[in-house]
């Protein structure tokens, strides 16, 4: 078989690891060839694809970003479209297709292997929002990658006797700032999934001054504020046409600020998040996630995603991998709360 391999959406640790894991095994066991699409799913659109021969592959299990590139373009769009897609592929030899991608890129996946396309899914976001597999390779990297940034921030708020409110990324869901947060003992958490009021998130930053702390406030960038209409957005839209995100720290900073009277800063962790190496956790399950997808191309399971359950990875359909997103329970975030202050 020729196998078409693409890193689609915003990039996350481990995707290197992934495609090392299934050009290794595929070559090996299943004497497969490998393409590597360029850029996602616009690699595929514009006819730009590459070897992926196993000694290209040496050496990436702790490397990140991804040495096939990616982008956020959207398949049907533009010049895309089935058709397209088709005759790319059969140009390049192209068979079957292994898409690593979030949400945006496995429905697209889904959608390509309604009308005949086989494709394998691997999910990928720092998010952790995809309700099919228990975990996406990335989300650790990034939790250890704000904890750490956590703890200095401390220590600055410390010296100066300030409010610290950290911005990190979650779209949809709050696992990052749950994890970080409670990692790094934040005084406040905030997420997209509990509205909270400023005279709450008052209330716990004076409570933590009292007691002579520097209070750490951790905030998802999809948090709505109480009486916000809608998430704070003020980039645009990406090519899914959801609205960038970004800005609720520089937000809730003065109004923090202005209601305590502690000076307060804010600090947007954004992409650091999602740059470097990743842990050895997110290296481990990208390289298994690679291997299995690999095996589920042998077994011709196409339309489907690997996913991990507990500590196995299983198969599931594409179509349950993007159907429900996978928010933060409200008892998860309660048992967090009773720390808060
Ligand atoms: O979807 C993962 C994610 O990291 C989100 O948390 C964030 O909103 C988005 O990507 C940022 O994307 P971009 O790299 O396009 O700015």
Redesign the pocket.
């Known amino acids: 078989m020729h196998i078409g391999i693409l890193t689609s959406?915003?990039d996350c640790p481990g995707l290197n690891a992934v495609i090392r894991g299934a050009v290794i095994k595929g070559t090996r066991i299943y004497d497969e060839t490998f393409i590597g699409v360029r850029d996602g799913w616009r690699g595929l659109v514009e006819d730009d694809c590459i070897p992926l021969k196993r000694k290209r592959v040496r050496g990436l299990s702790g490397m990140g970003g991804t040495i096939l590139g990616t982008s956020?373009t959207n398949p049907y769009e533009g010049e895309g479209g089935i058709e397209r897609i088709r005759e790319v592929m059969a140009r390049a030899e192209m068979d079957s297709l292994i898409a690593i991608g979030?949400e945006g890129t496995l429905a697209a996946a889904e959608r390509l292997s309604n009308e005949g396309i086989k494709v394998i899914g691997v999910p990928k976001?720092?998010?952790n929002d995809l309700s099919a597999t228990d975990y996406t390779f990335g989300f650790d990297t990034a939790v250890s990658i704000a904890t750490e940034s956590i703890d200095r921030l401390r220590t600055t708020a410390e010296a100066h006797h300030r409010c610290m409110v950290v911005e990190v990324?979650?779209?949809h869901v709050g696992w990052i700032a749950l994890h970080a947060g409670l990692a790094s003992g934040a005084h406040a958490i905030l997420i997209p999934e509990v509205s909270t009021s400023l005279e709450q998130i008052c209330e716990w930053v004076e409570e933590a001054r009292s007691r002579g702390r520097a209070p750490v406030v951790v905030v998802a960038?999809g948090f709505v504020l109480d009486g916000d209409e809608e998430v704070i957005a003020q980039h645009g839209l990406?090519a899914f046409g959801r609205p960038?995100?970004g800005g609720i720290a520089h937000r809730l900073t003065p109004m923090i600020e202005e209601r305590t009277g502690i000076e307060t800063r804010s600090t947007t962790l954004g992409?650091l998040q999602?740059g470097g190496s990743p842990t050895a956790y997110d290296r481990v399950l990208a390289t298994r996630f690679g291997t299995a997808a690999i095996d589920a191309a042998a077994a011709k399971k196409w339309g489907t995603m690997v996913a991990l359950k507990g500590i196995d990875i299983e198969t599931v359909p594409l179509g349950e991998a993007t159907s429900t997103l996978k928010t933060v329970p409200l008892a998860r975030y309660e048992e967090a709360e009773i720390l808060f202050g």
């Open positions: 959406g915003g956020r979030g976001t720092i998010d990324m979650g779209r960038e990406d960038r995100l992409h999602r």
